[in-house]
C-alpha cells in the first residue's frame, strides 16, 4: 500500500522544513518538497498541514515482561502491551531484566521481545539481569550476542546498589572485554547497560574499571544518572572523557532531577548532546526503601513519562532538533540499530505525527502501518 502525507513539518530529528512523505510498504520511499507532479494510482493521500512529523521514540529501557518488583510475589508487574508503547510514540524498544531473574526468565523475555516483532515493534533485548554471575540463554554472553538474534548486549548490571552482586573491578573489566569481542564477530552493540543505585560509590567501580585503555569507557551506559544531582555530577565527570549517559524519564521519587534540568546541567557542564539518551525503565518498579534498606512501598513506571520528558524539553527552550535526540537517533545509533531513530529514504517507516499546535500526538505510524492515536486501544 502506497501513502503519501503532504505538507508536513519534517524533523528528521534535523528540522527539513514542509515536506510530502512517500510510504511504500514498510519504508520510506520518498521526501519531496512537492509531490503533487507524481501520480500513484491507489495511493491513499492525507494533508497533514499543520502537524509535525518526528521519528518514532527509542526506548533503550523497558521492562517489557514486567519487574518483578521488591515487595514479594505480588508486586510481580504485567508484562506491557504493544498498544501502550504505540500510544506513547514509542516503535523501538529493548527490554531487559532488573532485580528479578528468578521468576522473570531471559526466556520469558526473548519469548516477548519475539512477540512485539510480530506486533511491528522493532524490539530487541540484553541478557543478563542485577545478577552476577551473568545469566544467559546460551551458557555465555559472547554466545547469546553473537548468536541470538534479538540480543544485542548485556543489562542491566547492577552497582552501587544494596540489590546488586557487587560485582567487582575485574570482573566488569572481564565482562567489557567479553562485550567487545562480541561486537566485533556479530556486527552488534555489544553494550552494557549499568544500574547505578544510591551508595555512595556512584559511578567509581565504572571509572576504576576504565582506568588505563584496555576497557573502553563506550563499552558501558550508566542509567538513571538524574536520582539525585550527585550522581548527575558524578554523569558530568564521565561524559568529560568521552562516555555516554541514559537518563530516567520515570523516576519522580526523592531527589529526582528532571530529564530537562538534567540535560540543561550536563550541556553546561561539558557535556555532548549526542552523548545522552533517555528511556523509561516503563513497566519496572520504582520501590520506596528505609534507610535500612526495608521495603516501605512501590509503584510502576509508565511509558508515557517519554513523550512527558521530550515535550517538557521542548517547552523550555530547547530547540526541537536537540529534543530529539536524546529520544531517538542517539539510542539508535549508541545501541547500533539499523533504519530506525531518524526519517530518511529507505528508513522503517516508524514517525510520530505530532499537532503543531499543542505539541500531541496526533498519530502513528509503525513499520509502515498507520494508526490514529484514538485507534490505539490500551489496556
Given at each position: ?336 540499530l539499523k533504519n530506525v531513530g531518524n526519517l530518511d529514504v529507505d528508513k522503517r517507516a ?30
Amino acid at each position: 500500500m502506497i501513502k503519501i502525507f503532504r505538507k508536513v513539518e519534517l524533523y528528521t530529528p534535523t528540522y527539513s522544513g514542509k515536506k510530502d512523505l512517500l510510504i511504500v510498504g514498510e519504508h520510506i520511499e520518498g521526501i519531496f518538497d512537492n509531490i503533487g507532479k507524481y501520480s500513484f494510482p491507489k495511493s491513499i493521500t492525507k494533508n497533514f498541514d499543520g502537524k509535525i512529523a518526528v521519528p518514532g521514540f527509542v526506548d533503550g529501557h523497558v521492562h517489557v515482561i514486567g519487574g518483578g518488583g521488591e515487595g514479594g510475589f505480588v508486586s510481580r508487574i504485567p508484562e506491557i502491551q504493544a498498544s501502550k508503547l504505540l500510544s506513547c510514540g514509542i516503535t523501538s524498544v529493548i527490554g531487559l531484566l532488573g532485580t528479578d531473574s528468578v521468576t522473570k526468565s531471559l526466556l520469558s523475555l526473548f519469548a516477548k521481545v519475539k512477540a512485539l516483532r510480530e506486533e511491528r515493534i522493532n524490539a530487541y533485548m540484553l541478557t543478563g539481569s542485577y545478577e552476577y554471575p551473568i545469566q544467559t540463554i546460551s551458557g555465555s554472553v559472547k554466545k547469546d550476542i553473537v548468536l541470538l538474534d534479538p540480543i544485542i548486549g548485556v543489562g542491566e548490571v547492577a552497582i552501587s546498589d544494596h540489590r546488586s552482586s557487587v560485582i567487582t573491578i575485574q570482573e566488569i573489566r572481564r565482562l567489557a572485554g567479553e562485550c567487545h569481542v562480541a561486537s566485533l564477530l556479530s556486527s552488534k552493540s555489544g553494550k552494557i547497560v549499568v544500574h547505578v543505585g544510591k551508595s555512595s560509590k556512584m559511578l567509581s567501580p565504572l571509572m576504576e574499571a576504565i582506568s588505563d585503555d584496555e576497557v573502553q569507557i563506550t563499552s558501558f551506559l550508566p542509567t538513571h544518572v538524574n536520582r539525585n544531582s550527585r550522581l548527575l555530577e558524578a554523569a558530568a565527570e564521565w561524559m568529560k572523557r568521552g562516555g555516554f549517559v541514559d537518563l530516567t524519564a520515570g523516576i519522580s521519587e526523592g531527589e529526582f532531577v528532571s530529564v530537562k534540568d538534567a540535560i540543561k546541567y550536563l550541556l553546561e557542564n561539558g557535556g555532548d548532546i549526542d552523548h545522552i539518551l533517555v528511556s523509561s525503565d516503563s513497566q519496572g518498579s520504582i520501590p520506596v526503601f528505609d534507610e535500612s534498606g526495608n521495603f516501605l512501598s512501590m509503584k510502576i513506571s509508565g511509558c508515557s513519562v517519554m513523550f512527558k520528558a521530550f515535550r517538557e524539553c521542548v517547552q523550555s527552550g530547547m530547540k526541537m532538533e536537540d529534543a530529539l535526540k536524546p529520544f531517538t537517533v542517539n539510542v539508535a545509533r549508541f545501541f547500533k540499530l539499523k533504519n530506525v531513530g531518524n526519517l530518511d529514504v529507505d528508513k522503517r517507516a516508524d514517525i510520530v505525527f505530532l499537532d503543531q499546535k499543542n505539541l500531541e500526538i496526533d498519530s502513528i505510524m509503525v513499520n509502515g502501518e498507520y494508526f490514529h492515536k484514538n485507534e490505539l486501544r490500551v489496556n
